[in-house]
């Protein structure tokens, strides 16, 4: 019991941690995007998306490299996507005014890429079961580096169309912003993020070694809530300041950020790693189902209002229920 409890003291002072880097880090992305003139929902969708993102990054670079732990960080991955999916835009308009306005460039643009993102990644993870096969128990396959290359490559489309906003768009930049400072100031909150990120990577392998269950199951509640909290306070920032598109672009650019190119680098920096087509399809299939209800309440109206800001919450909060039964044992959905 004295364990548990170290570990989830860890795990809370490892997000402090994070949360300090992300306010660094959300205050010089700001001012970057001003130094460039870059548009609001490019700011959110490349520079403040990878920034915050960043964590998950770290998390399967760390569990892979250093424990082991490849479907540990791909927990982490597909957690925080949830989190940022369902608490993030409902904190945003809960701590704002009680609504917040989508407008059809995001939904039909971001949100569709998004959910673009989620196919990509499922679909490299089924052509590594279909043609790299493992033996073991269950359905295996090895993710190799070609593998890897191809969601990695859909990233590179999405950049190239933020590339064509940024051309077209004509805002000019600020030319009063000291660009050295605010990538250096950028640079260290990435730092102290990392530092932060590997506390909670410990935590997950510890709290999974002390129930006896597998640890990507607390990865995708412990290091995801913890790494996602940059993304929280930037979009929660973003939103009380006026700018929603901001907030929202940051919430569907870090899940791109996070499924395109986290999971992809953790392969081609590993080489080849397996994974168990039982353990990931669990995982993807809430994911589908949060991104089907975030995408319909977005989608109403072009608006996001307070009672379905609280719809996002329950659905979170049944998401956390349901990993804590499976990691007590309850049920069985995810083969252990």
């Given at each position: 019991?004295?364990?548990?409890?170290?570990?989830?003291?860890?795990?809370?002072?490892?997000?402090?941690?994070?949360?300090?880097?992300?306010?660094?880090?959300?205050?010089?992305?700001?001012?970057?995007?001003?130094?460039?003139?870059?548009?609001?929902?490019?700011?959110?969708?490349?520079?403040?998306?990878?920034?915050?993102?960043?964590?998950?990054?770290?998390?399967?670079?760390?569990?892979?490299l250093l424990h082991g732990e490849f479907e540990l960080g791909v927990?982490?991955?597909?957690?925080?996507?949830?989190?940022?999916?369902?608490?993030?835009?409902?904190?945003?308009?809960?701590?704002?005014?009680?609504?917040?306005?989508?407008?059809?460039?995001?939904?039909?643009?971001?949100?569709?890429?998004?959910?673009?993102?989620?196919?990509?990644?499922?679909?490299?993870?089924?052509?590594?079961?279909?043609?790299?096969?493992?033996?073991?128990?269950?359905?295996?396959?090895?993710?190799?580096?070609?593998?890897?290359?191809?969601?990695?490559?859909?990233?590179?489309?999405?950049?190239?169309?933020?590339?064509?906003?940024?051309?077209?768009?004509?805002?000019?930049?600020?030319?009063?912003?000291?660009?050295?400072?605010?990538?250096?100031?950028?640079?260290?909150?990435?730092?102290?993020?990392?530092?932060?990120?590997?506390?909670?990577?410990?935590?997950?392998?510890?709290?999974?070694?002390?129930?006896?269950?597998?640890?990507?199951?607390?990865?995708?509640?412990?290091?995801?809530?913890?790494?996602?909290?940059?993304?929280?306070?930037?979009?929660?920032?973003?939103?009380?300041?006026?700018?929603?598109?901001?907030?929202?672009?940051?919430?569907?650019?870090?899940?791109?950020?996070?499924?395109?190119?986290?999971?992809?680098?953790?392969?081609?920096?590993?080489?080849?790693?397996?994974?168990?087509?039982?353990?990931?399809?669990?995982?993807?299939?809430?994911?589908?189902?949060?991104?089907?209800?975030?995408?319909?309440?977005?989608r109403t109206n072009m608006l996001l209002s307070r009672q379905e800001?609280?719809?996002?919450?329950?659905?979170?909060?049944?998401?956390?229920?349901?990993?804590?039964?499976?990691?007590?044992?309850?049920?069985?959905?995810?083969?252990?």
């Amino acid at each position: 019991m004295l364990d548990v409890i170290g570990l989830l003291g860890l795990a809370v002072i490892a997000t402090a941690v994070v949360w300090k880097g992300s306010t660094w880090l959300e205050d010089s992305a700001n001012r970057l995007a001003a130094g460039y003139g870059v548009p609001a929902v490019v700011q959110g969708a490349i520079i403040a998306a990878a920034g915050s993102s960043m964590p998950e990054l770290v998390s399967v670079l760390l569990a892979t490299l250093l424990h082991g732990e490849f479907e540990l960080g791909v927990g982490a991955i597909v957690g925080s996507a949830v989190f940022n999916l369902l608490v993030i835009p409902a904190a945003a308009v809960l701590a704002g005014d009680g609504r917040m306005s989508t407008g059809r460039d995001l939904v039909y643009k971001e949100a569709l890429f998004y959910m673009l993102a989620v196919a990509a990644l499922l679909l490299t993870f089924s052509l590594a079961v279909i043609y790299n096969p493992l033996a073991g128990a269950g359905l295996q396959g090895a993710v190799t580096r070609p593998l890897a290359l191809f969601p990695l490559l859909l990233y590179g489309l999405y950049v190239f169309t933020q590339y064509l906003d940024t051309t077209e768009h004509e805002g000019s930049a600020d030319d009063t912003v000291d660009l050295v400072s605010a990538w250096l100031w950028f640079g260290l909150g990435l730092v102290v993020i990392i530092v932060g990120v590997e506390g909670l990577v410990r935590s997950a392998i510890g709290l999974g070694e002390a129930f006896g269950t597998p640890a990507f199951l607390w990865g995708m509640i412990v290091v995801a809530a913890g790494s996602s909290v940059p993304d929280a306070f930037v979009s929660i920032a973003a939103a009380r300041s006026g700018r929603p598109s901001v907030s929202l672009a940051n919430v569907l650019g870090s899940n791109v950020f996070d499924l395109l190119v986290a999971v992809p680098v953790g392969v081609l920096v590993a080489g080849t790693l397996a994974i168990t087509f039982e353990h990931i399809v669990p995982m993807m299939g809430f994911l589908i189902l949060a991104t089907i209800v975030f995408f319909t309440v977005v989608r109403t109206n072009m608006l996001l209002s307070r009672q379905e800001a609280w719809l996002l919450l329950v659905l979170y909060s049944l998401f956390v229920l349901w990993l804590v039964v499976e990691s007590i044992g309850v049920t069985n959905v995810v083969p252990t």
